[in-house]
């Protein structure tokens, strides 16, 4: 005779996942939808502003970095009042 679950626990392994799996892939999906809010965003002066902030940062790096290319990427093209001289 199979033993009797208390209300609210997996039967037979199923529906258990580890906590910190869950807790990443959580943060993972909040973490693309902001990007992907920001980037279709209808409002070009979210982005402009969020160019210009992190630029005078400094978090941005130096331009045509890994990480320049990755805010081209979710903030869409800068503004050339953004992108330092040198840089088309």
Do not use: D, I
């Not at 906590?19 to 693309?32: F, P, R």
């Not at 409002?43 to 402009?48: D, G, K, Q």
């Amino acid at each position: 005779m199979p033993k009797a679950l208390a209300p609210g626990q997996p039967q037979g392994g199923q529906g258990h996942a580890p906590t910190l799996v869950v807790l990443v892939t959580e943060v993972a999906a909040g973490a693309l939808a902001l990007a992907l809010c920001v980037r279709f965003s209808p409002l070009p002066a979210v982005r402009e502003e969020l160019w210009m902030r992190l630029t005078a940062a400094g978090v941005l790096g130096e331009a045509g970095g890994l990480r320049w290319r990755l805010a081209s990427l979710l903030l869409g093209p800068p503004n050339q009042a953004a992108v330092p001289e040198g840089r088309p």
